[in-house]
């Protein structure tokens, strides 16, 4: 995204076009993928401010394939993004972490040359209670031959990604996205009177050490020794190292990675033995991991399995979980030292 055009006032579609027309070349389809994934955003935004209104909060009465209770607007912004993006002819496919297979693009539209990953509404769990909720996506381009997807051209690494970010949706709408090769991280508040996301800020940097840890305390009984000696770490006071950090866990993903995103902090999801189906992890390293590990480490910051970068993880299944330290880099650094020590 071109440096001179980084001020306040700009739109995100400014901002699209004007990167686009940087490579003569180019076809236009990712400009135009990007612009109608972001209108399917804007369409989740209205129904979730609305939502009190619109008889569409409590559950659907149905479960998604990781066996979770689907809640309505999860299955609003699920069906929502894939009838945005289907016809559009830039993607081979779609996978979403509410379905258990890729979703195929209709035989009557044509397909692309990428690939769309999401999760549709991140922190459902918390929408009857009003709280922060949010859609996190990742774009790979295409790598199997001919016009059909292969399953591998989802289960690409994430540092192969061409695009990756999140909405969130609180008090204001906002979209925190990163196209990688330097062009930075950069977010956009929606304004509802006309309707478009506005650049508000440019250029986000997260600072390299934090003063935040967020963690489901909740679940100490559950980690083993090292994961214990971690959480510990961050709670002792040491006023030379800037502890203890403040504790702050919100429950949803993406409104806890946002903030520390601008603040400096780890998030940190490790794995416990509450669950044996869930032992190597919780969060799906596709759907949630891989896309908010591009955006930490294009603004300054790191994620880790606790031993392993993120985004140098190739996947295996397409609901692989993994476990998460994410943000500050030296914060992460500090988590993966006691972790390995």
């Not at 945005?84 to 830039?90: E, L, Q």
């Not at 967020?214 to 510990?232: A, C, F, L, R």
């Amino acid at each position: 995204m071109a440096h001179e055009f980084r001020k306040l006032g700009t739109t995100v579609t400014r901002l699209i076009m004007d990167e686009q027309r940087k490579h003569p070349t180019a076809s236009g389809d990712f400009s135009s993928m990007l612009m109608e994934l972001i209108v399917a955003m804007k369409l989740i935004s209205y129904e979730v401010n609305k939502a009190g209104l619109l008889n569409v909060l409590g559950a659907a009465g149905t479960n998604n394939i990781q066996d979770e209770e689907q809640q309505k607007l999860d299955v609003f912004a699920n069906n929502t993004i894939f009838r945005a993006m289907d016809h559009t002819g830039y993607l081979c496919g779609m996978a979403s972490e509410e379905n258990a297979d890729i979703l195929e693009i209709p035989k009557q539209y044509p397909k692309g040359k990428y690939a769309l990953v999401y999760d549709p509404l991140d922190g459902s769990s918390n929408i009857d209670a009003n709280v922060s909720i949010g859609t996190i996506f990742g774009i790979y381009k295409k790598i199997s031959d001919g016009t059909d997807y292969d399953t591998e051209d989802f289960l690409q690494p994430g540092h192969k990604m061409v695009a990756g970010g999140y909405t969130i949706y609180g008090s204001s709408t906002m979209l925190v996205i990163t196209t990688g090769n330097g062009n930075g991280v950069h977010g956009f508040t929606l304004d509802p009177n006309v309707g478009e996301f506005i650049l508000s800020h440019p250029n986000i940097k997260t600072p390299q050490k934090g003063k935040i840890y967020s963690v489901n305390e909740g679940n100490t009984p559950y980690w083993d020794e090292k994961t214990k000696d971690v959480i510990n770490y961050f709670k002792d006071k040491d006023k030379k190292t800037g502890r203890p950090y403040s504790s702050r866990y919100i429950g949803s993903l993406v409104s806890d990675f946002h903030r520390n995103l601008l603040y400096g902090g780890i998030f940190m999801y490790p794995i416990d033995f509450k669950e044996p189906s869930k032992s190597t992890g919780k969060l799906r390293l596709l759907y949630e991991a891989n896309p908010l590990a591009f955006v930490a480490e294009n603004a300054g910051g790191l994620a880790t399995d606790g031993k392993n970068r993120i985004l140098d993880m190739k996947p295996t299944d397409l609901h692989q979980r993994v476990p998460l330290y994410i943000g500050s880099k030296e914060d992460v650094e500090t988590a993966m030292k006691i972790l390995n020590g």
